[in-house]
């Protein structure tokens, strides 16, 4: 009896030794998943995926990518970003938000169709080389969120500079009067920058707008001034939603956005 119980004891320690190795192959089988939900009352939740799953959703991106470069308009590319909701909740990643309500976000169903009316009437006196109103979806890296208190406060500081003040303060109006005050959106930095260097982002980008389809990859930084500064941001007015797998620095983005500008590096 007593060789019997020191059988099970020396197999008990063994038993713990081996443990945390095997629970962290265990953990090291997840990946984490985190979705913030760019609007004013957004949240965030991250939700852990097998390697197969995280694959599957890296294929996705992919294809929501080669699926919008094929689409010629606008009420394709919003199908293909509903399409896209449907599979992101499969698995967890609308950030806690509903099918519908995520549908309507990344769509643009909380803009003002009356603000887009007047867009498209004066499209032909807007620059080529940037887009406006635009239905966006995106995967970079060294790319960077400012949520709408920054937001706010950048708009008061510079209120007499630029077309996002014009934009911004109508939209805003309506929005707030209607009960939906997420209009002022997110701005989204490409690329990271100090005094010394700069690093841009790389990945891709995709619009369609009140210019028409305007699509960027490889290399890029963003190029809107915002008055004295210079942030290299590429995106204002953002609203919808951005997911990272916590491993890398890329981000993927899909929503509506009030102004892109982003210049591509040779």
């Known amino acids: 009896m007593k060789k019997l119980i020191s059988v099970i004891v020396i197999l008990l320690f063994i038993g713990l030794a081996f443990a945390p190795s095997?629970?962290?192959?265990?953990?090291?089988?997840?990946v984490e998943f985190t979705t913030e939900v760019c609007s004013l009352n957004g949240g965030?939740?991250?939700?852990?995926?097998?390697?197969?799953?995280?694959?599957?959703?890296?294929?996705?991106f992919d294809s929501i990518r080669e699926q919008l470069n094929t689409s010629e308009s606008r009420e394709q590319a919003e199908k293909i970003f509903k399409d896209a909701v449907v599979e992101l909740d499969k698995y967890g990643l609308l950030g806690g938000l509903s099918i519908k309500q995520a549908q309507k976000l990344v769509s643009g169903?909380?803009?003002?169709?009356?603000?887009?009316?007047?867009?498209?009437?004066?499209?032909?006196g807007l620059r080529v080389k940037r887009n406006f109103f635009c239905l966006l979806a995106g995967n970079t890296d060294n790319t960077i969120f400012n949520g709408f208190l920054s937001n706010l406060l950048l708009v008061l500081s510079f209120l007499?500079?630029?077309?996002?003040?014009?934009?911004?303060?109508?939209?805003?109006?309506?929005y707030f009067s209607n009960f939906f005050p997420i209009s002022v959106g997110h701005t989204i930095s490409l690329g990271v920058h100090n005094v010394q260097w700069t690093y841009p982002a790389n990945g891709w980008v995709y619009t369609i707008g009140i210019i028409g389809v305007r699509q960027w990859e490889g290399d890029i930084i963003g190029d809107i001034r915002q008055g004295i500064l210079d942030d290299l941001i590429g995106i204002t007015g953002f609203i919808g939603i951005k997911i990272n797998d916590n491993i890398d620095s890329?981000?993927?983005?899909?929503?509506?956005?009030?102004?892109?500008?982003?210049?591509e590096l040779d």
Not at 22 to 30: E, Y
């Open 109 to 124: 169903g909380y803009n003002n169709p009356r603000m887009e009316e007047f867009l498209e009437k004066t499209r032909m």
């Open 250 to 263: 890329d981000e993927f983005y899909m929503g509506f956005a009030l102004r892109v500008k982003i210049n």
């Open 44 to 60: 965030k939740q991250t939700v852990k995926l097998t390697q197969q799953q995280a694959d599957e959703v890296e294929s996705l």
């Open 22 to 30: 095997i629970n962290a192959n265990i953990q090291s089988d997840f």
């Open 160 to 174: 007499f500079i630029g077309f996002d003040v014009f934009v911004l303060l109508w939209m805003s109006s309506y």
